[in-house]
Structure formats: C-alpha cells, structure tokens
C-alpha cells in the first residue's frame, strides 16, 4: 500500500485482511481517513472530527495487532451519528438545543464498537434529531453528496436522516458508519448514496444513549460500502442490553458467515401494492432486474399481497410525531443544552424550546401533541396504532405463507437537488420514506443494498425486508443483489 | 378535521414552544396538509383490532430494585446551563 488514498478504498474486510498480514498500520490507515476529511469539508458530511482521539484509538490498535490480540474491528476508522452519546464528545442530534453538550456516558451501540478495537473518526452530520429525508434539517446545515447527475455540477441531497453518515461512507471518509432508522432513515440515504444499510429487527441493538425520536420505531444500524462490510459492522452493534428494556432476548446472529450462502429455494414475495401508480419505469426495470438476480441465483419468486401498504406512510406520521412531542419535552434548559431566559419558568421554557428547535421538529412536536390531545387521541393515535396491527399482520400472514423475504424498490427516486423541495408540502417529502416505513412499523429488518444507476448516473438501490430477527437472510440475498450490479463509487469532485 | 389559528397557538403553548402570529399561520397550513394525509386512515375498518403498543412478543423486563449506579452529582449537574453547588438553578417558580 503506497499512497494513502490507496488505504481509504479498502473494505472492512480488506482492511482486517491488511492490518493483521502488517500491510500497514492502523495509524496509517486513520491518518489517510483523517487526510480525506479534511480534503471534504465541502461535503458537510462530519460536524465535528476528533483527530486526537482517532489517532489514540489508533495507536492502540497497534499494540493489539503487534501483540496478535486483534478484535474484531481492530483499528477500523468509523463515523459516528450525531444521534449516539459519546462520552466528553459533541453529541447534539445536529440540534441547537443540545447546545454544547458533552454527554459524560456512551451508548450501548458505540461502547460495542469501541470494545471491539474500533476507532472514531468523529460525530456525522444528520437531519435535526433524526427528522428528515434530505439531511437539510441539521443546525448544522445540509449534507451534500458525493455523488453528481453526470454533466452537472448542481448540489444534491444524501438523503436523510443519516445523510452525513451515507455521504461519508460513499465518500470515503470513514470504513463505516453508524446510523439509525425511524422511518426509512438509514436505507433511504443508503439507496441515494450507492451504500449499504441496514435496519435491524426492533430490539437487536440497543437503544441506550442514543437520542429518542420515536421509541417503539427507532433503530440503530450501520452503513457501508459492501453487504459484507454491513454484516461485520452489525455483529458489533448489536447486543443483548439489560439497559434497554426493549432490547430483544435473543443471541446475536452469524451475519458474516450468512454472507456467500446460496439463496436456491428461498421464497421472496413481491408485494404488488408497492407498484405505486407513476411509478418511474426505471424503479419498475431495477425491481424487475433484481426479481431476475433472484431467480438466477435459484431462489423462487412469489406474488404477494400487504393490502394495508398505503395506510403506513399516514399512520406513521401520527405515531411517530406523538412519541416524538413526549422524547423532546425534556429539553426544557433546565439539565442540559440550551437556555435562553424568560420572565417566569414557563417563557424560559418557551422561549428556550422555540429558538433551539428547528422548523421541522417544531412542526411535529405541534402535530404530536395535538394527535395526543384530549379529544383527538382516540380518533387519530389509537386509531393508527390499531392500523400498525394490521400493518404487521400483512407480513405475519406473508411469512406464515412460508415467503422467507420481501424485495422491494428502496425509494421511489434517485438524490434530488438541494433546496429541491423547499416549496413542497411536508407530505410529499414524506413519500421519499414510503416503500420503507412499513418495515418500522411491523418492527422487522430491512436491507437496502446498491442495484444500479438511473438514466443521470445517479445511484438507486433495492430493499429487502426480513422475518424478526432473520437478518442472515438478508445478506444472503444482499450479496446475491451486489454480486450481480456490483459496487457504486461517486467521482471525486471534491 | 381541521385545526385553526388558536388551536395552533393552543398546542404550541401545552408543547411549551413560543411561537409568532406569522408562525402560528404557517404551521397551520402545513398540520392541516398532514391531518388532512391522515384522514385516509379513516377508511380503515378497524373494529375489533387491538393497538399494537410492542412490535416485539416479549414481555417487559424488569430489572431488580438496586442501586447500580450514582454518587457523581458534579457530573450529572456538568452539562446544565445555571447549576450551583450540584443543584440545578431554575427561575424561581414559588412566591
């Protein structure tokens, strides 16, 4: 390995494969990455890098790997979501209102990485507390991403909420990231940036320390650049957690070793009422092209039926604002963050809440405490809980039908502009989520995985959607899908 | 079901967020764009059908009644804005 730019085009498992053969050193590989997110600040990807902290982390590895004591993440460089408590860290969910805090704790999630000899590079940009599909919410400002319509030099968005996250992964600014997932938000940007993401079973990795959104959907999970990758990242996230109490019983799977398995007799159904009427014909000709891949690698193609799909998007954006309106009550400038003065507690709080929070968490902190209001719970909350059940029971039946996997486009669309659809009505933007929302509110994995490019070189991903706690069937079927299209990277511009 | 301008400056004042005329007017357009998203739901038979409150069939863990952790006030009280002597400063809320 010569130049430095050579290390940050490894994948994980190649940079495992390097460090314990001493190809180079975990401090040469984090200087590189450290060298690419300086040369990328223009991309907006990071909110704060903590070069002193990698190069320590760094220089353990080496001491692991001299001493043959390697773990499983030895000295691979990561970013980490603003959403994940990092002790004595910047951790503000890209709020204002979290103004300098420096949480003196660090989430389940991330102790997992770090004690399995990872390195952080530092915390990546996303949308205000996770709400968002175009990571143009952040205090911080919005991502740009790496990738560009060919022939065009217009900004566009890395999707959102964990658009630092996507950017930086297909960037190169990190091996791999940490993300999370309330509606769509790690495939989504996955599926803009030509990455991989995936969000697991409700109750895999623990939500300890990582900013609540909405509670019964949030999930963490990683993005990477190889379905591979994605596999050996979610090994270490995820845990049994005596701290979450949602935290599922059940013990961590084999992901990496599920990778490469043959895929022959699975079943996959395809659920007719995700061809959604104007869809683009080039989402049509991917789904039909990855339903071939399938077929090919001898796995069985099945018609199904969710026929409460279109019920998901607005029951969603009644459950998720309702719990979002009760997370965010805390910040209040009274513990942590944000204060800014009033005449009594009650305009302190006011006034506090009202400059620290952005437009678009203001919007749904009002809907959820109007859906939770005297009056309206019944006819808006309940209601769309009881709609959830239904929306499970569509994939309960499928699955009891013997089908083992669900594939579906990941998006309906490829990256827009920036500023795109700042005139838009909120729903519309919402629709960005629609073919992913669903997977939140049954509570099941979903993997969006690169399957070509559109008709501006721009990439577009496929989604795979599991049974609980079935994510090595996944990824089988991921690297069948990555085999098949191969690997996306964007031209550096930057 | 549509919500008006007091209705708005009604829930940003329970939601503790303050808001200006021009702003209450514009997050009134943009609810009732959503509610009115929303009211697709009611075309929905839903009688008989239990909310779902867990997507996981597990029940709630409980964790034993123990202190495991504390004794570090300076810290807890480390990212207040107004602390004093380990406690929390707020205006004052009793005459």
Not at chain 1, 104 to 127: F, H, I, P, Q, R
């Amino acid at each position: 390995m010569s130049s430095t730019t050579d290390l940050t085009s490894l994948t994980i498992a190649e940079i495992r494969d390097g460090l314990t053969a001493k190809a180079f050193s975990a401090t040469e590989l984090t200087k590189a990455y450290l060298a690419s997110m300086e040369a990328a600040r223009d991309l907006n990807a990071y909110i704060i890098e903590t070069p002193e902290q990698a190069l320590a982390m760094a220089a353990a590895s080496d001491e692991k790997l001299a001493k043959g004591e390697a773990r499983a993440l030895e000295g691979v460089p990561l970013g980490i979501k603003d959403l994940f408590a990092t002790e004595g860290v910047h951790t503000q969910a890209a709020s204002h209102i979290l103004d300098k805090f420096k949480p003196n704790y660090e989430s389940t999630v991330t102790a997992n990485l770090w004690n399995d000899g990872a390195v952080m590079l530092g915390k990546l940009n996303m949308d205000e507390f996770a709400m968002g599909s175009s990571n143009e919410t952040s205090y911080y400002g919005p991502v740009v991403n790496p990738w560009r319509k060919e022939g065009s030099n217009a900004p566009l968005v890395p999707g959102g909420s964990s658009g630092g996250s996507a950017a930086a992964v297909a960037a190169r600014l990190c091996a791999g990231a940490t993300a999370t997932d309330t509606g769509g938000s790690i495939r989504q940007p996955a599926a803009f940036t030509g990455t991989v993401g995936i969000k697991p079973t409700y109750g895999r990795c623990s939500r300890w320390g990582t900013v609540a959104f909405a509670s019964s959907l949030d999930q963490a999970g990683p993005i990477a650049r190889t379905v591979r990758d994605a596999a050996i990242l979610l090994k270490s996230m995820a845990s049994v957690d005596a701290k979450d109490t949602t935290s599922v019983d059940v013990p961590v799977g084999n992901y990496e070793g599920a990778v490469g398995q043959s895929v022959k007799g699975l079943r996959i159904g395809i659920p007719r009422e995700y061809r959604l009427d104007g869809m683009s014909a080039e989402i049509e000709a991917l789904w039909q092209q990855g339903i071939a891949w399938l077929k090919e690698a001898g796995a069985e193609i099945v018609d199904i039926s969710l026929p409460h799909t279109k019920y998901a998007l607005p029951a969603y954006y009644i459950v998720a604002p309702a719990e979002a309106s009760s997370n965010l009550a805390r910040y209040d400038g009274v513990r942590y963050g944000l204060r800014v003065p009033g005449e009594d507690i009650a305009s302190m709080y006011e006034n506090t809440r009202s400059a620290g929070f952005g437009r678009e968490v203001k919007r749904r902190i009002l809907i959820g405490t109007y859906v939770l209001s005297a009056g309206y719970y019944d006819a808006y909350y309940v209601r769309a809980q009881r709609i959830r059940t239904l929306i499970k029971r569509d994939f309960d039946l499928a699955f009891a039908a013997g089908v083992d996997a669900v594939l579906t486009p990941a998006t309906p669309s490829a990256a827009f502009g920036l500023e795109e659809m700042a005139l838009a009505s909120p729903v519309e933007m919402y629709l960005n989520d629609v073919f992913t929302v669903t997977v939140n509110m049954a509570g099941l994995p979903g993997l969006a995985v690169p399957a070509g490019l559109d008709k501006s070189k721009l990439p577009l991903g496929l989604q795979l959607i599991g049974r609980p706690f079935e994510e090595e069937t996944l990824f089988r079927l991921g690297q069948v899908i990555e085999d098949a299209a191969g690997t996306f990277t964007p031209s550096k511009w930057w | 079901m549509s919500v008006d301008i007091a209705t708005v400056k009604r829930v940003a004042h329970l939601a503790r967020i303050a808001v200006t005329e021009e702003e209450a007017a514009s997050f009134q357009g943009e609810i009732n764009a959503i509610l009115g998203f929303a009211e697709q739901l009611n075309e929905v038979d839903v009688e008989g059908v239990e909310p779902l409150t867990s997507v996981v069939a597990q029940t709630m863990k409980k964790r034993e009644d123990v202190v495991t952790d504390g004794f570090y006030a300076d810290r807890v009280v480390g990212n207040a804005p107004v602390s004093d002597d380990d406690f929390f400063v707020v205006p004052k809320v009793v005459e």
